[in-house]
């Protein structure tokens, strides 16, 4: 089994400097540290693996495999997916307060892969920064299971319930239920942090981009990457929210454990087909980086010294040790230098970052206050079904599972026509058309509500939460179906991007920034609406009240809608005056070419 950054048998492949600290190796090995052999390892065989992470039973097929990715993508919306139902249901939190907990705990699911990514490139290399993440994962979800066992203590039962509308009886959460849960959700946070981010990169890690034909395929792969993980999503989105609504929480809990411990008994299985990187140096990222701090101040200092003397007085006079030591201090210095380098090559993609964030708070709604918007609506399908209001959400994996194959093989070959790049569009592009997406969708979303609380109205129905608002959900599922869309071009886009874009040894770090747009768009999304709804509140009516029917949803929508314009402006400033690293990023974007 693997160990160390990415393979036990490492050290025959590392090139020594004089300091005795390991200089990375370019060239992939297999699972005992021999050079890999590109018929025996890496190519479409073993990336299904990993793909698969995302949503695999345990009787996947060996031979096509499906384990890691989509089993995670299972897991980790199986949790949040229909979460706020959860929080204003049995642990009976207000509309707003959810929303900010959910928004609060996104955040801290996307951004800590900055710091799995960061131990996974320096230290433990991705193979086994999953193999950890994954057993971290099974605890968590274990544990959230196990929370919505606890007792509710001894306490007398409410006749009204919880954010109940009367007749049922229910208990609320004793303290030690509530402090159980959290727990166990922000471990599912910590898990994805180390799991997310090292997942896609060992996907691609195992095309040779130096390599015609698995140069393409590495590029397909992450179009096909998403394909799979939205696949499991849907699937995700509409058994297991109905599992929690109609059966029991704690199953709906339990069935992404058992599907994520089977997944990593699946993904072991590839690990003799797998390539692995050397992507560490025996140093800590921390020393490294103060090791770049300190050349950074160096040559500030040196920059004030007078030159040195004439080259004949110093050689005459500098006996041969000292010339031995300033080569080894110039060695120092190019190792420095690189360091310096690979930051400046992070620093670069900030402007993209920043003005992707507005992006992320809208996404952040599709989860919150568009499922609670459903749930007021008429959710019956004939005379027996009643669709779970989370389950609206698999409309957008729905529509990125069909979309995806046409955007692959219909939109890019007709767009290489005109622009003459073989991926139809930049990476930019991709991910400014998927922005415009959005924007349409908040306006579709907010012109949705506008009309929900008009038909309230007119039926005299706002004073009864209760009560469902005589209007259909299909409303609702255009702006699902918008956001899907705009996912396949901008959610796929920032992937290749940060993962193409960053220095080549930080490519774990680069997809971690990817998802860390989404969690400081999480925190921004909960201080919007804390914000708001303290405001609002206090002049005698909130946007997001726990009757949504005397909520203003249509303005907080609008709100976004507008700030989503004001971010495109800013992006499409930004991605024209972009320069990419190579030349070669512009002809490997998103396509099997």
């Known amino acids: 089994m693997p160990s160390g950054s990415d393979s036990g048998a490492y050290d025959p492949l590392l090139s020594m400097a004089e300091d005795g600290d390991p200089v990375a190796v370019a060239a992939p090995v297999d699972h005992r540290g021999r050079p890999a052999l590109r018929g025996a390892t890496g190519g479409w065989r073993s990336a299904l693996f990993i793909i698969g992470k ?11 495999g499906r384990p890691v990715e989509i089993a995670e993508r299972f897991a980790f919306y ?23 907990a959910i928004n609060a705990w996104n955040g801290v699911s996307q951004l800590l892969p900055l710091i799995g990514g960061a131990l996974a490139d320096s230290w433990l290399g991705r193979y086994r920064t999953i193999l950890l993440a994954s057993l971290l994962y099974i605890m968590g979800l274990g544990m959230l299971a196990f929370s919505t066992l606890l007792s509710t203590g001894n306490h007398q039962c409410s006749s009204a319930g919880v ?40 996907g691609a890690d195992q095309f040779d981009p130096s390599d015609p034909e698995e140069s393409v395929s590495r590029s397909s792969f992450f179009n096909w990457w998403y394909f799979g993980m939205c696949g499991g999503t849907a699937v995700t989105l509409v058994f297991l929210s109905y599992v929690q609504d109609n059966i029991g929480w704690g199953l709906g809990f339990g069935i992404p454990c058992v599907v994520m411990a089977c997944a990593l008994v699946v993904f072991l299985l590839g690990t003799r087909t797998y390539r692995y990187y050397v992507s560490r140096s025996a140093k800590g990222l921390v020393a490294r980086a103060g090791e770049a701090l300190a050349a950074w101040r160096s040559r500030r200092k040196s920059s004030l010294l007078p030159p040195p003397a004439s080259e004949e007085c110093h050689s005459s006079a500098t006996p041969a040790p000292e010339f031995s030591t300033r080569v080894d201090a110039d060695e120092q210095v190019v190792r420095n230098d690189g360091l310096i380098e690979q930051a400046k090559g992070i620093v670069r993609l900030s402007p993209i970052w920043a003005t992707c964030l507005i992006y992320a708070v809208a996404f952040a709604q599709s989860s919150t206050f568009f499922t609670k918007q459903a749930g007021t609506l008429d959710r019956r399908i004939g005379d027996k ?3 779970p209001p989370a389950a609206l959400q698999s409309f957008i994996s729905i529509t990125i599972v069909a979309f995806i194959p046409i955007y692959d093989r219909v939109i890019v070959p007709v767009a290489r026509r005109y622009t003459g790049v073989p991926s139809g569009i930049t990476m930019l592009q991709r991910v400014g058309a998927g922005m415009v ?29 209760g009560v469902p608002v005589p209007m259909s959900l299909w409303w609702m599922v255009p702006q699902y179906v918008l956001f899907g869309a705009a996912d396949v071009f901008t959610m796929v886009g920032l992937q290749e991007f940060f993962y193409d874009q960053v220095p080549d040894k930080l490519r774990s770090l680069g997809l971690a920034l990817y998802l860390s747009i989404f969690g400081v768009g999480s925190f921004i999304s909960s201080a919007l609406v804390t914000g708001i709804d303290r405001a609002t509140a206090a002049r005698g009516g909130s946007w997001f009240d726990n009757n949504l029917n005397r909520g203003h949803l249509d303005y907080f929508y609008w ?35």
């Open 54 to 64: 995302s949503m695999a039973p345990c009787s996947i097929d060996r031979s096509i």
């Open 437 to 465: 997406l959005s924007l349409v969708s908040m306006v579709i979303a907010a012109l949705v509500e506008t009309r929900r609380l008009g038909v309230a109205r007119d039926a005299g129905i706002i004073d009864k939460p």
């Open 559 to 593: 709100l976004i809608a507008a700030l989503s314009g004001l971010e495109l402006l800013a992006y499409g400033y930004f991605s024209v005056t972009f320069k990419y690293k190579n030349k070669g990023a512009l002809l490997a974007t998103s396509t099997a070419y």
């Open 78 to 100: 199986g949790v949040s997916a229909n979460l706020i139902s959860y929080l204003t249901g049995p642990l009976g939190e207000g509309n707003a307060a959810a929303a900010s």
């Open 385 to 387: 079904i009643k669709v």
């Open 163 to 202: 954010g109940g509308t009367g007749g049922n009886k229910t208990c609320p959460p004793s303290t030690l239920q509530v402090a159980f849960f959290y727990i166990s959700l922000y471990m599912v946070a910590v898990a994805q942090g180390g799991h997310k981010p090292c997942v896609q990169a060992f």
